[in-house]
C-alpha cells in the first residue's frame, strides 16, 4: 500500500486498498467501508488500511467522515469483527490489541472524525463508531456490543468509552445483556446526536464537515487535543495552549475580520455632497427667508 508524498496538495494513493474505498478532497478524507460480501465485518486486512489511512491523516491533517457501504439495497456500516478470523484468535492476538489499536488511533488523529453511519454497528462496528468525534446515523440503525453471547467481551473501546458517551447505566445494558439499540433509542441517549433519512446521511456529514472547515485548522486541532487531556492537566494546559494561539497569524488575521465587519459604515465626502440637507430644514436658510 503507497502512502501520499509529502507535498501538501498530494492525495492518499488508494490503489492498494482493498476493503476501503477513498473520497478525498482539499480539506477531508471520506472512507467508506467496503466489503458488502460480508457486511463491511472488520478482517486484519481492514484494520491495516485503517492504519495505513491514520498515518496518511497524521502527517496530512484533515477531517475524516467514515460511512459504510450499501448490502442489497440497505446501508451497513460494519456488522462486527470477522467472526471467521475472531475464533481463531488467541491470548496473544488479544493482547496485540489489534482492533483497540487502530480505533484508539483513528480517536487520536489530528482533526476531528465523523461516523455517518446506517445500518448495522455492532460490536467492533459500534466500537469504531464509538472512537469517532461525532456520530450521525438514520433511523435504520442498529448499533450494539453483542460479544458477551459469544464468549468474550467488548475489548476494543466500547468498556471505558460507552460510559464517558452514556453514563453506566446504559453503558452496562449494551455490555452486559447484549442489548440492540434502534437509531432513536441512540439518539434519546446521546449516543449519536442526529437522526437523518438514509438519503441525507452524507449530505449531513459534509455539512458538518463544512461547518469545521470554516473553523481555524489549528485552533480546531489544538482544541481537539486539550479536549482529550485528563483532568489533572487542567487549567494549565488550556493555558499553554491558548498562548499558541495567541502567537498564531490566524488569530490576528479573524480577529481583525470580525473587528473590520462591525466598524459602522461611513458615508464617503462625495455621496453627502449628493444629498444636501433640504432647505425647509436648514434653520440658518429659515431666517434669511424671514428677514
Known amino acids: 500500500m503507497t502512502g501520499a508524498s509529502n507535498h501538501a496538495n498530494a492525495y492518499l494513493d488508494a490503489a492498494g486498498l482493498t476493503t476501503l474505498r477513498l473520497e478525498e478532497r482539499e480539506d477531508r478524507l471520506h472512507v467508506v467501508l467496503d466489503r458488502p460480501a460480508v457486511r463491511n465485518a472488520i478482517d486484519a486486512t481492514m484494520v491495516e488500511e485503517l492504519h495505513t489511512v491514520c498515518g496518511y491523516l497524521e502527517r496530512q491533517p484533515k477531517t475524516m467522515i467514515l460511512s ?32 483497540s489499536q487502530v480505533f484508539d488511533r483513528i480517536h487520536k488523529l489530528p482533526m476531528p472524525v465523523i461516523a455517518a453511519i ?44 460507552l460510559k464517558e458517551l452514556v453514563g453506566e447505566p446504559v453503558a452496562k445494558q449494551l455490555l452486559l445483556t447484549g ?36 473553523q481555524d485548522p489549528l485552533a480546531v486541532r489544538i482544541s481537539k487535543r486539550v479536549f482529550a487531556a485528563p483532568r489533572e492537566a487542567h487549567p494549565h494546559i488550556d493555558e499553554l495552549a491558548q498562548a499558541v494561539l495567541f502567537e498564531s497569524q490566524a488569530k490576528f488575521d479573524r480577529m481583525q475580520a470580525f473587528l473590520d ?4 459604515q461611513q458615508a464617503e465626502p462625495n455621496q453627502a455632497a449628493a444629498h444636501p440637507i433640504p432647505p425647509a430644514q436648514a434653520p440658518q436658510d429659515q431666517h434669511q427667508e424671514q428677514k
Not at 68 to 83: C, L, P, Q, R, Y
Not at 193 to 198: F, K
Open 261 to 264: 465587519r462591525k466598524k459602522p
Open 118 to 161: 446506517d445500518g448495522y454497528a455492532l460490536g467492533g462496528g459500534a466500537e469504531l463508531a464509538y472512537a469517532a468525534d461525532f456520530r450521525l446515523a438514520t433511523p435504520a440503525l442498529r448499533m450494539g456490543n453483542p460479544e458477551t453471547g459469544l464468549g468474550i467481551m467488548a475489548a476494543a473501546g466500547a468498556t471505558w468509552r
Open 179 to 214: 442489548a440492540v439499540l434502534t437509531g432513536q433509542d441512540c439518539l434519546r441517549v446521546g449516543l449519536v446526536t442526529e437522526l437523518v433519512e438514509p438519503e441525507e446521511l452524507m449530505d449531513a456529514a459534509h455539512a458538518l464537515a463544512d461547518r469545521i472547515a470554516a
Open 68 to 99: 459504510g457501504t450499501e448490502v442489497n439495497g440497505k446501508g451497513v456500516f460494519a456488522s462486527g469483527a470477522d467472526i471467521a478470523q475472531l475464533r481463531e484468535r488467541r491470548r496473544d492476538d488479544a493482547l496485540a490489541g489489534i482492533n
